[in-house]
């Protein structure tokens, strides 16, 4: 087909994102206070965090929590895919919404 791009960007894209991850672990290994600064960002901590954030942050967890056990059984059943799983009963989309929006609160919870 002409004028598809498609592999062409995909394979760019990847030599860029190595390019970028190349010139930051330069940076991050030759300085060894840059070295630690990225790796408490990268990995987080929850030293030095007062009771305050875990308050801050409970609904949003409870609540990514609660859809999470809601959506794992339509979700298991979307393993065997649209077709078997709307004949057993699930909504495709909306299981699918329900498990990204629990997905969401749970990773936005966690790296508050």
Request: glycine share 8%; charged share 15%; aromatic share 4%.
């Amino acid at each position: 087909m002409r004028g598809d791009f498609g592999a062409p960007r995909v394979l760019a894209g990847a030599a860029v994102s190595a390019l970028l991850i190349a010139c930051t672990q330069a940076v991050v290994l030759t300085d060894r206070a840059a070295l630690n600064q990225w790796r408490f960002w990268q990995v987080g901590s929850v030293a030095n965090r007062g009771l305050d954030v875990v308050a801050q942050v409970a609904p949003f967890l409870v609540a990514g929590a609660v859809l999470a056990a809601i959506s794992s059984r339509s979700l298991n059943l979307m393993q065997l895919g649209d077709d078997v799983a709307r004949s057993l009963g699930i909504r495709p989309t909306r299981a699918k919404a329900i498990g990204i929006a629990a997905v969401m609160l749970l990773v936005g919870a966690t790296t508050a």
